[in-house]
């Protein structure tokens, strides 16, 4: 079955950076574009960043030029590097795939806190 697992949960001070993963499995990952998106506390998921299988990628403006999603296709692998944090970027980070009529698949979240 399709699962996506998500890692480096953290608290951060303002300036500070951050890398979140995500190992993908029990689908075809090299062949689908790898999403992740956060919710903050009172606020509805927003998407951040996404990532086709080619490496063309496109990220919100709130995030632009901070930071960087990429992928390993030999890993099954997603990231998500954040640097610059701000307390505007707390929020539960998740990892997403959607595969059409196959479904569109969450990982758990894992919670990113920026604050000194």
């Known amino acids: 079955q399709v699962q996506l697992v998500e890692s480096g949960r953290g608290l951060v001070q303002p300036g500070g950076s951050l890398r979140l993963s995500c190992v993908a499995s029990?689908?075809?990952?090299?062949?689908?574009?790898m999403n992740w998106y956060r919710q903050a506390p009172g606020k509805e998921r927003e998407l951040v960043a996404n990532i086709n299988s080619v490496s063309d990628t496109n990220y919100s403006d709130s995030v632009k030029g901070r930071f960087t999603i990429s992928r390993d296709n030999a890993k099954n692998t997603v990231y998500l590097q954040m640097n610059s944090l701000k307390p505007e970027d707390t929020a539960v980070y998740y990892c997403?795939?959607?595969?059409?009529?196959?479904?569109?698949?969450w990982g758990q979240g894992t919670q990113v806190t920026v604050s000194s």
């Open positions: 029990g689908f075809a990952f090299n062949s689908y574009v």
């Open positions: 997403n795939v959607w595969r059409g009529v196959r479904g569109e698949y």
